[in-house]
């Protein structure tokens, strides 16, 4: 039997926004525009500054005086400067959402709208749009291979409303997604050994395994730059490392069992890959971020006892999450 939590939140309950921000001043007037534009009254912005030099707190401070401004010494990474956000926060749903985006008005009223009605839900997922071609899906939230290999549902696809239809998903991608402040009460925060990239998927799967389920919410709609605030060769390693961990702490034993074949072929693919592209830098980052990530393995297995231990549902309700190819 699969046990999903049942929660009913407070009327109307408070949305806080997290915006994590590393020198992306010449981001945030349209991200925060945006954010002055929404429609859902209950609304808190906060701004995590990872320690930017240029200008940052200053343009917030002086143009965004209601956004709270939460400025951090040092760069603590997406994952470090969400968490600082959501601790800080004092709304019931948290939403996690990318500087360079811009929220189409009723952004967070929909991803309130979904929590509010699908009590099993811990997380809603937004429709992310490209920026400079809107005609064009990011993502419609974040699917997960059999194979173990992660990936944003529709990416690069012309959106002709394939993704317009709402419903239980694996999880949302951490750019611009809703979480249930109770399930992150549960199952704690995003893992900060990750710094950037596929902290979200750990995150998806950590939720999962205890019951919490995620509602993609197509009228949820932000437009993404998609590649300011990572690339290159730079989120070639955190993938290569980050994809690695999740398998180590996340993926079921039973599946393991079952896929560890296709788990070891697509890793191997990846491998490869990169080794025909050895002159490119982006490729050799992506071995670099391979071999980190096996030299991670114990760490991540210690937390993978803790983590299996607080599983409440069955292996066939997550494999019928799973997708039979990253494609």
């Keep these: 039997m699969t046990n999903f939590p049942i929660y009913q939140p407070t009327n109307p309950p408070t949305a806080s926004v997290i915006i994590p921000n590393w020198n992306g001043a010449h981001h945030l007037p349209v991200c925060l525009d945006a954010l002055r534009a929404q ?77 509010r009605s699908q009590p099993q839900a811990g997380m809603a997922a937004a429709k992310m749009l490209l920026f400079d071609r809107r005609d064009h899906i990011h993502s419609a939230g974040d699917g997960y291979g059999l194979d173990g290999i992660p990936f944003n549902r529709g990416v690069w696809q012309r959106d002709e409303g394939q993704f317009d239809e709402a419903g239980w998903i694996f999880g949302g991608c951490g750019g611009a997604v809703a979480y249930r402040r109770a399930m992150l009460d549960e199952i704690g925060l995003f893992d900060e050994d990750f710094f950037m990239y596929c902290e979200d998927v750990d995150l998806n799967w950590r939720a999962q395994l205890t019951g919490w389920r995620c509602w993609y919410t197509p009228q949820a709609v932000v437009y993404h730059k998609l ?38 072929r697509a890793q191997w693919a990846v491998s490869r890959e990169a080794l025909r592209a050895w002159r490119g830098e982006a490729a050799r980052a992506r071995l670099r971020g391979q071999i980190a990530g096996l030299l991670g393995w114990p760490r ?6 803790l983590i299996q231990a607080g599983r409440r549902v069955p292996d066939e309700y997550l494999e019928s999450l799973l997708s039979d190819s990253s494609a």
Excluded: C
Excluded at 83 to 102: H, K, V
Excluded at 300 to 305: A, F, I, S, T, V
């Design 39 to 115: 429609t859902y009254p209950h609304l808190e912005v906060i701004v995590v500054d990872n320690g930017s030099s240029d200008g940052s707190q200053r343009l917030i401070e002086e143009q965004y005086p209601e956004v709270r401004l939460l400025a951090l010494e040092r760069n603590l990474g997406l994952t470090g400067g969400n968490n600082a956000g959501f601790r800080a926060a004092q709304g019931e749903i948290l939403i996690s959402l990318n500087n360079d985006t811009e929220a189409d008005p009723r952004f967070v009223e929909a991803l309130v709208e979904a929590l």
């Design 227 to 264: 590649s300011a605030t990572g690339g290159g060769p730079l989120a070639s390693f955190y993938t290569g490392r980050n994809t690695l961990w999740v398998l180590a702490k996340d993926y079921p034993g039973g599946l393991w069992r079952k896929h560890w074949r296709r788990v070891l």
């Design 300 to 305: 991540m297995l210690r937390k993978r006892r």
